[in-house]
């Protein structure tokens, strides 16, 4: 219902979602699944869900170290989607509209913020607008924390010295 008003386009919500692993043991694999923004070794996974908290996308994990942006271009998501579809994101998709506009699909996201600057009262409203409708991925994202559904890809099988 929330959507109708004036994101009535909008045929998902997409965020990613970081979940804590073991420490690798190659130093390789521990750079490349630092995540500074969780001060761990994380693997990273693009959720997308549509308005009404179905969840229709779950990328393959990777690790912690990658963008949101180079995730979304990596993972094979923008074949889910068609020309015309719009696509909901917070601030740290920025960089993705270009990359959606190529396949015909508009990426719906709350203003910029210019450092110094100030929203206006139209992009502020617009901001809590958007936000409060990106709630839904959150809730999903927090269900797939709460009944631990990848936590079976959390950490890497042990191999036996015997194989």
Not at 5 to 12: A, D, Q, R, S, W
Request: net charge positive; proline share 5%.
């Amino acid at each position: 219902m929330a959507f109708r008003h004036k994101y009535h386009n909008v045929t998902c919500i997409i965020d990613c979602l970081e979940i804590e692993v073991q420490k690798p043991s190659k130093a390789l694999h521990q750079a490349l699944s630092w995540s500074e923004y969780k001060k761990a070794n994380t693997i990273k996974y693009l959720v997308s869900c549509t308005p009404n908290g179905l969840i229709n996308y779950i990328s393959p994990g990777y690790g912690g170290r990658i963008t949101d942006t180079c995730l979304v271009e990596q993972c094979d998501f923008i074949r889910c989607l068609q020309p015309g579809m719009y696509v909901m994101a917070d601030r740290g998709f920025k960089h993705v509209e270009q990359y959606l506009w190529k396949e015909g699909v508009q990426l719906v996201r709350p203003p910029s913020v210019t450092t110094g600057a100030k929203l206006s009262k139209s992009e502020v409203r617009e901001t809590k607008q958007i936000a409060s409708l990106r709630i839904h991925v959150e809730r999903v994202i927090r269900r797939l924390r709460e009944f631990n559904m990848l936590k079976p890809h959390a950490c890497q099988p042990q191999l036996s010295k015997s194989a």
